[in-house]
């Protein structure tokens, strides 16, 4: 939407992360089977530039895993609104940690560590 721009009309960068974390945290929190919530996010680059209206399309993947944490690197996608041009728009990594039920630090599923 225009609020989400930034002063020179394209879409603000902040946006594009936030849309990149919901998309990791969905990830995160169905292979770590539960509530998992973001610690840092780290190595961002703004390689285009999306405008108002483009379709956004973000790909994400289990990059590493620690003992209560999983690492997903994540890619924005940029499709022209009407037409098919693509652009990389924005890259990233976000890590995340499993909580339980009291929100505690939980440890990765086996088929993760």
């Known amino acids: 939407m225009p609020a989400d721009t930034n002063p020179y009309g394209g879409v603000f960068g902040g946006w594009l992360m936030s849309q990149m974390a919901l998309g990791a945290g969905s990830l995160a929190?169905?292979?770590?089977q539960g509530k998992a919530v973001v610690v840092s996010a780290t190595d961002f680059a703004f390689p285009g530039a999306m405008q108002v209206g483009d379709e956004l399309s973000v790909y994400c993947e289990i990059a590493n895993t620690g003992n209560t944490s999983l690492t997903i690197t994540a890619e924005a996608i940029a499709r022209e609104r009407n037409g098919?041009?693509?652009?990389?728009?924005?890259?990233?990594?976000?890590?995340?940690?499993?909580?339980?039920?009291?929100?505690?630090?939980?440890a990765v599923a086996e088929r993760w560590a």
């Open 84 to 106: 098919v041009a693509e652009t990389r728009v924005a890259q990233g990594t976000f890590k995340f940690v499993l909580l339980d039920e009291d929100d505690r630090p939980r």
């Open 29 to 32: 929190s169905r292979e770590g």
